[in-house]
């Protein structure tokens, strides 16, 4: 399997299939294939998998692409501005990642829910009690909002994070969540009361733009629909 990444700020990835090579990826992230790939919905990971996705409020199906009659091509991408960067998954070197950035991965990768052992952040994590975890062999292809931000952060080191800002970490790198201090900072800071800890060893991937934070700012230009037929545009002075 090849692929390139086109693009720069709406980007695609371009995916070149051998015979007999499979990807699977969320319902909506195709963007083109060539004629000779075939598309199956199928239930990653078995049934189990399956009712744990909708656990998650994901779909219970995922499609996957194979190449029928030599090489083929299928490409995907996100759906709000932003990158798409590649991961390699390896035996022993899982990945946690937040729901919404998941965007195609290998047949050989295994995606599963991964629970947030600590009470904190099952209840303030803002993406809920549940992540997504991969493991297995294979490449995963993740879609950042905005820019990419990674670290490699040491062994105890603790950087505090937004929680809509994370993409993925690392299994071994610790998740909790901490309350901001003080209590002016709370009220009156915008940053919420709650932010994402992430406690090192490991990599860590974050995002500069915060998808909620977007659809909140680009609410107030949005149609405005009326209790008739039509709808009317909503203009702040």
Do not use: W
């Amino acid at each position: 399997m090849r692929y390139k990444i086109i693009g720069d700020n709406l980007q695609v990835v371009i995916i070149e299939l051998n015979e007999g090579e499979t990807v699977y990826a969320e319902a909506g992230a195709l963007n083109h294939m060539s004629q000779n790939i075939e598309m199956d919905t199928k239930v990653v990971g078995g049934i189990k998998s399956g009712f744990k996705r909708i656990f998650m409020k994901e779909s219970f199906f995922m499609t996957e692409f194979k190449t029928i009659g030599g090489k083929g091509i299928v490409a995907f991408n996100g759906n709000v501005p932003g990158k798409i960067i590649p991961v390699q998954i390896t035996p022993g070197k899982e990945y946690i990642v937040q729901k919404d950035s998941f965007l195609a991965a290998e047949k050989t990768v295994n995606m599963d829910i991964a629970f947030v052992k600590k009470f904190g952040a099952a209840l303030f994590g803002g993406e809920g009690f549940i992540l997504e975890k991969l493991s297995g062999s294979g490449l995963v292809f993740l879609h950042v909002c905005g820019d990419i931000i990674e670290y490699n952060l040491k062994p105890g080191e603790i950087l505090k994070v937004d929680t809509g800002q994370i993409v993925g970490f690392e299994s071994n790198v610790e998740y909790d969540i901490t309350m901001v201090k003080g209590v002016k900072s709370m009220l009156f800071g915008g940053e919420g009361l709650f932010f994402a800890y992430l406690k090192g060893p490991g990599k860590t991937i974050l995002q500069s733009m915060n998808i909620a934070n977007l659809a909140a700012a680009l609410r107030p230009y949005l149609p405005k629909q009326t209790s008739g037929k039509g709808f009317k545009i909503g203009f702040n002075f």
